[in-house]
C-alpha cells in the first residue's frame, strides 16, 4: 500500500462520514446586541470576520473576548451566547436592536455527517475549540481571510464557495488539534495513536479486505489482546466491530446512491455469498438492504 494511502486515514473518515458544511447566518450587528447560537443538535462554528465581541458559555469563569480572525468551533452544540458587551440578560435570548456604533460581522456555520460516525470522531475534543487569529497558523489564516472576503461580497456562487470552506475549516481544526495532542479518545485520539492509526488507514483504504485480528495485530505492533483493549478504550468497540460497522456504513451509501446490485456490493465489501451480506447488514443496522435502498 502506497505512503500517502496511509497517511490520510483523516481523508478517509471525512468523506465516510459524508461530512457537509452550511453557513446559515452572516449578521452584521451594531449595538447592545446579544443571541445563543445553540440548540441546533449539530456541530456548529462562529467566524468573527470584522468587530469583536464576548463568547459565554456555562463553564467559563467570564466571558471570553474575541476579534476579527477568531475561530470559535462547537463540537457538540454546546450552550453559548455571543454578545457586544461582557453581560448577557435573559440568558442569551435573542437581542439585536437597530442602532449605530462599532459593527461587528459573523461567518456562522453547522456541519452534518453519519450521526454516529461523526459523534465518534468529535468525541474526544472538548466542547470549545478556540482559535485566535494568531494561534490559527499559516494553513488556516487564508481559508478564514476567504471566508470573510467571500461574506462580504455578492458575486456568484457565495454560498457553494462558503460551504465548500466550511469544510476546509473543520478538516483544517481537526488536523491542528490532532497535531496539538489535544485528544485523548474517540477517532481522533485513535488517529493520533502511533499503533492504531496505522491499523484504521490500512482498513479504511480497504474495508473488503478478508481482515484477522492477527493480521490487524500485526499492523499495530500489539498483542490481539492489548490491541482489542486500546479500540475498546478509544472507540468503544473492538476492530472488528468497527470494520463491521464501516462496511455497512459504506454499504449504505452504495445502496442509496449506486446501481450496484446487492450482490455485487457483497462482493465489493468482502462477504462470500449474498446471503452472509444481507445477515450482517441486518445485525449491524437493523434494516435491509431493500429497506436502505428504497430510502436512497
Known amino acids: 500500500m502506497a505512503a500517502e494511502e496511509q497517511d490520510d486515514a483523516l481523508s478517509a473518515v471525512l468523506r465516510r462520514i459524508g461530512l457537509r458544511g452550511h453557513v446559515y447566518a452572516r449578521p452584521r450587528i451594531c449595538g447592545d446586541w446579544q443571541f445563543s447560537a445553540a440548540g441546533r443538535g449539530q456541530a456548529s462554528y462562529h467566524l468573527v470576520s470584522e468587530g469583536r465581541c464576548f463568547l459565554h458559555m456555562r463553564h467559563l469563569d467570564r466571558p471570553l473576548p474575541v476579534s476579527a480572525g477568531d475561530l470559535m468551533f462547537f463540537p457538540r452544540d454546546s450552550w453559548h451566547a455571543l454578545s457586544a458587551l461582557p453581560r448577557l440578560e435573559a440568558d442569551g435570548e435573542l437581542r439585536l436592536p437597530d442602532a449605530d456604533g462599532l459593527a461587528t460581522r459573523l461567518v456562522c456555520g453547522l456541519y452534518h455527517g453519519d450521526d454516529t460516525e461523526f459523534g465518534r470522531l468529535l468525541r474526544g475534543l472538548p466542547d470549545l475549540v478556540l482559535l485566535s487569529a494568531v494561534e490559527g497558523g499559516a494553513a488556516l489564516e487564508p481559508v478564514v481571510r476567504m471566508l470573510a ?127 452472509a451480506f444481507r445477515r450482517a447488514y441486518r445485525r449491524v443496522t437493523g434494516r435491509t438492504p431493500g429497506d436502505a435502498r428504497r430510502a436512497g
Request: charged share 25%; proline share 4%; net charge negative.
Open 149 to 275: 472576503e467571500e461574506d462580504e461580497g455578492d458575486r456568484p456562487a457565495r454560498g457553494v464557495l462558503l460551504d465548500a470552506l466550511s469544510e476546509v475549516l473543520l478538516a483544517l481544526v481537526l488536523r491542528r488539534a490532532m497535531e496539538a495532542g489535544q485528544i485523548a479518545d474517540g477517532l481522533l485520539g485513535a488517529l493520533g495513536d502511533p499503533r492504531i492509526a496505522p491499523v484504521l488507514s490500512a482498513i479504511h483504504a480497504e474495508p473488503g479486505r478478508s481482515w484477522s485480528l492477527d493480521t490487524l495485530a500485526q499492523l499495530a505492533a500489539l498483542s490481539r489482546s492489548r490491541l482489542t483493549e486500546r479500540f475498546r478504550e478509544l472507540l468503544d468497540c473492538s476492530p472488528l466491530q468497527y470494520i463491521a460497522e464501516l462496511r455497512m456504513r459504506e454499504a449504505g451509501v452504495l445502496l442509496r446512491e449506486s446501481q450496484l446490485s446487492v450482490a455485487q456490493i457483497a462482493e465489493r465489501l468482502g462477504y462470500a455469498t449474498e446471503t
